[in-house]
């Protein structure tokens, strides 16, 4: 038996199994691959009583495929909802039958099974797997009269499923199968029904297109419109290629024409031009025969004891009409080549589109253009963000190395500048105040100080306080700073400032002891 | 093949008679002339991954579904606005879903069955009318998917793309496990199994937001429990590997029902909605993400501030 014819048996049975299919005859190998014949249930219902018809295309394991089905109302064994079938189906590879004997066999393999399983309207087993059927009588002819499928693109799929509301008795289904099958290039699935609560539910739903008979119909002329639409345009189209072909027919001669012309022209001018080289050729060889008598004319009037100077003279002559000739001469011209006039045409080969793939070919044509464009435009985010990111970080290395620590040198160089500002403070008190020399290495002792201040008043000038504090320490500081005494004061006044008050520059100790009293003590060093 | 009414065995996929020579070089035979289109993308990363996540996982017919109703519901109509989020547009699915739940609870209406291969999401606001500023609103996003697509996990096997994708994405996702009370005992080995494909995908089960319901507890013929042995005990019984791992874990458990349901004209419906459990499931799920009850009663100064207010 043909594999190519392919009978299948489907149903729902609630729980657990579902919907389940099983192929009875034909290519079991396919029964993985074609799509199911479960229905969408939120679009179509059986009802009881109730028929639908169907045909459909898919591509199933890379074949064409058409499926007619027949569904009735049938109920699971342990529920009553709704949605529920149970259905035959015909499903036939590459090539499609006579219609009537699809008919035919659909329908009484499907009665058969429905005789067989369904009680009540309730499916009597659980799984199609246990369907008991048995094979129709005709089902061997239905390989006898195969023919080519049409039109439909099988490897198209809309998502677009039609209903028809119209009367199925096989007559008419047989008619309507036989228009359908074109149909399918337009929706994947057609369900016919002349039950017209199933229409109304369809219509109720809004998710499958339904139509009438007429409107049916109208769909295939509408179909056959488009197919008609689309072989004028072709027409026109090549008609227009007509006309441009003879257009360029007629410029691509009258070009070849001109060419050989101008090329017949060329060769003229080429053929003169060789004879005016042979004729130069002659003149060359006639004055290098003059000028070579002349010499030997020389030579043999020079033997005759003629004079030199004369003979000089007239060969100077020759050889500069000599020279001058073979100047003149003109040189031999190459031939101007004749090029070949190679035909061009405006006329393109456009490649070849079969209907499924222009979508894809338009694609691939704007990919082949776009696609370098969009490469060339379309900023990777990535590389931007490593580039910003490292450049960032490059920045910061910059700013640590460089920027950072002259920040630092700037530190530096503020904690220095108070050291200078004080050095110059000291300094320039230091300045006001000469050191004393030698440089003092104690001060008196308290018991010293107290005997100084014994002696001192208040009110006194400065110069009567080193005057006093000489008086009473004569070896150490009397005998060591003796002739310093103005600067020894301005120490005095320096170590004590709290001491002594001024006025119109003078200094006045203004109170009762003098505690820091610089002096120099020889056995201390 | 002469019988005319001869019957059918389902093809196996496993008894492959014919064996094939086996090639282990990669396979180069395509001439360079071919190419293949690459598909518009029906792309599986996700997108507007600003929300939190909920994730229902259980077998099919187990009542995820309700549960997402119910809660939905609940948030509704009792504790504050649930509302479509700004920016996200739901599918036009998502949207007629949505409708179809907060309509048919009301009427008694049970969900539909989800159909398979397919997740669909809806993408909401949670506003608690609670006023304190601890309890802000919240963007929640539900993922309604079919169980039967979970069965895909077992022994190994990997989910369809579609949920794959959120599995895959490094979102805040919170997981509700639902087994039903009758098939509870069947379970215990997927729930395992997707706890283990879950570790799996880096979602470290002492970190991750995860509850065991227990659905359906109507058909124990009461809609409560007394005390919390019960519950623990039902699942030791049914679900002892389950057990295991949520003490281990400290994952959060609870049982669930809608209410109570009659069979009229064939059909089940809620003749009594019950939001209690709906109720505790939407406020563990509030918690678990904000970490503050939803009914939070304030801080100590909002309530004096409050005590003036109201």
Redesign the interface.
């Known amino acids: 038996?043909s594999s190519n014819i392919n009978?299948i048996a489907f149903g729902?049975?609630?729980?657990?199994?579902?919907?389940?299919q099983?192929?009875?005859?034909?290519n079991?190998?396919l029964?993985?691959s074609i799509?199911?014949f479960?229905?969408?249930?939120?679009?179509l219902?059986l009802f009881p009583n109730s028929k639908v018809y169907s045909i459909r295309k898919e591509l199933a394991n890379g074949c064409n495929a058409i499926a007619y089905s027949i569904y009735t109302y049938a109920?699971?064994q342990?529920?009553?909802?709704?949605?529920?079938f149970i259905g035959s189906s015909i499903l036939l590879i590459d090539k499609i039958a006579e219609e009537n004997i699809i008919i035919n066999c659909l329908n009484e393999f499907h009665s058969n099974l429905k005789n067989k399983n369904v009680q009540n309207?309730v499916i009597k087993v659980t799984h199609?797997?246990d369907?008991?059927?048995?094979?129709p009588?005709d089902f061997?002819k239905i390989n006898a009269r195969l023919r080519e499928i049409g039109n439909p693109d099988f490897?198209r799929t809309t998502n677009r499923q039609l209903v028809v509301y119209c009367e199925t008795n096989p007559n008419q289904l047989q008619l309507i199968f036989k228009k359908a099958v074109d149909l399918l290039d337009v929706y994947d699935t057609i369900y016919f029904t002349e039950n017209s609560e199933v229409a109304e539910f369809v219509h109720q739903?809004?998710?499958f297109q339904l139509v009438r008979k007429d409107g049916f119909e109208a769909e295939i002329q509408k179909l056959e419109e488009e197919r008609q639409r689309k072989i004028q345009t072709a027409l026109d189209e090549f008609a227009r290629e007509r006309e441009r072909l003879e257009e360029d027919r007629k410029r691509a001669i009258e070009e070849y024409k001109n060419q050989i012309e101008q090329n017949e022209r060329l060769h003229l001018e080429n053929e003169r031009r060789i004879k005016e080289s042979k004729n130069e050729l002659n003149c060359i060889g006639q004055n290098y025969e003059a000028f070579s008598k002349n010499i030997e004319e020389s030579i043999s009037r020079l033997k005759k004891g003629e004079k030199l100077e004369s003979i000089r003279q007239l060969y100077n002559e020759n050889k500069r009409i000599f020279i001058d000739s073979i100047y003149n001469q003109k040189k031999a011209e190459f031939l101007r080549t004749i090029p070949k006039y190679g035909i061009k045409t405006e006329l393109k080969v456009e490649k070849p589109i079969h209907s499924?793939?222009k979508?894809?070919e338009s694609d691939s044509h704007s990919y082949d253009h776009s696609q370098p464009k969009r490469k060339a435009y379309k900023i990777n985010i990535f590389k931007v963000a490593t580039i910003v990111l490292s450049l960032m970080w490059i920045g910061t290395l910059i700013y640590f190395l460089f920027f950072h620590t002259s920040e630092d040198s700037i530190k530096n160089q503020l904690q220095e500048l108070p050291q200078q500002q004080v050095q110059i403070e000291i300094t320039d008190s230091k300045a006001i105040i000469p050191e004393l020399n030698p440089v003092p290495n104690v001060e008196l002792n308290e018991n010293d100080y107290r005997n100084v201040a014994k002696n001192l008043n208040y009110n006194i000038k400065i110069d009567e306080v080193v005057k006093i504090i000489f008086d009473k320490n004569p070896t150490d500081i009397k005998g060591t700073y003796t002739g310093q005494e103005e600067n020894y004061g301005k120490h005095i006044i320096d170590l004590n400032k709290d001491c002594f008050e001024e006025r119109e520059e003078v200094y006045f100790f203004v109170k009762d002891t003098l505690r820091h009293i610089p002096s120099y003590k020889y056995n201390n060093l | 093949?002469n019988?005319?009414?001869?019957?059918?065995?389902?093809?196996?996929?496993d008894n492959e008679e014919e064996l094939k020579p086996l090639s282990f070089e990669t396979k180069n035979k395509i001439s360079n002339d071919d190419f293949v289109?690459?598909?518009?993308a029906t792309s599986n990363d996700i997108k507007n991954k600003d929300s939190n996540f909920v994730f229902f996982f259980g077998?099919?017919?187990?009542g995820k579904s309700v549960i997402l109703s119910a809660m939905l519901y609940y948030m509704r109509s009792q504790v504050g606005v649930i509302r479509p989020k700004l920016g996200t547009p739901n599918t036009?699915?998502a949207q007629?879903?949505l409708s179809?739940f907060f309509e048919n609870i009301r009427q008694g209406i049970?969900?539909?069955?989800?159909?398979?291969?397919?997740v669909?999401r809806l993408d909401l606001v949670f506003e608690p009318n609670n006023k304190s500023s601890k309890v802000p609103p919240v963007n929640l996003t539900f993922l309604e998917m079919?169980?039967?697509n979970h069965?895909e996990i077992k022994r190994g096997g990997n989910y369809h793309s579609s949920i794959e994708s959120y599995l895959n994405a490094n979102i805040p996702l919170t997981f509700i496990m639902v087994t039903?009370f009758?098939?509870a005992h069947?379970?215990d080995v997927l729930i395992n199994e997707f706890l283990d494909e879950l570790e799996r995908k880096n979602k470290n089960l002492k970190s991750v937001n995860a509850i065991l319901i227990v659905s359906k507890w109507d058909k124990s013929g009461r809609t409560d429990v007394d005390n919390t042995e019960e519950l623990d005990s039902f699942i030791y019984e049914r679900l002892p590997m389950t057990a295991q791992r949520i003490d281990t874990y400290g994952l959060s458990k609870t049982y669930f029902t809608i209410g109570s349901i009659v069979?009229s004209e064939?059909?089940?419906k809620i003749n009594l909605l019950n939001l209690s459990t709906a109720e505790v499931l939407s406020k563990w799920l509030y918690r678990s993400i904000v970490g503050y009850d939803l009914d939070y009663e304030g801080t100590f100064w909002e309530r004096i501030k409050f005590s003036f207010t109201n």
């Open positions: 038996m009978l729902t049975f609630g729980n657990p199994n579902g919907f389940t099983t192929f009875f005859a034909g079991s190998n029964a993985k799509r199911t479960d229905i969408n249930t939120s679009a219902n109920r699971e342990n529920s009553t909802r709704g949605g529920t309207d199609s797997n369907f008991s059927v048995s094979r009588k061997d490897a739903k809004r998710i499924g793939q979508q894809y | 093949m019988n005319d009414n001869e019957n059918l065995k389902p093809l196996s996929l289109p690459i598909a518009k077998d099919a017919g187990t036009k699915e007629v879903l179809d049970l969900p539909n069955r989800s159909d398979r291969d397919r669909i079919s169980g039967e069965k039903s009758e098939s069947k379970d069979n064939g059909l089940d």
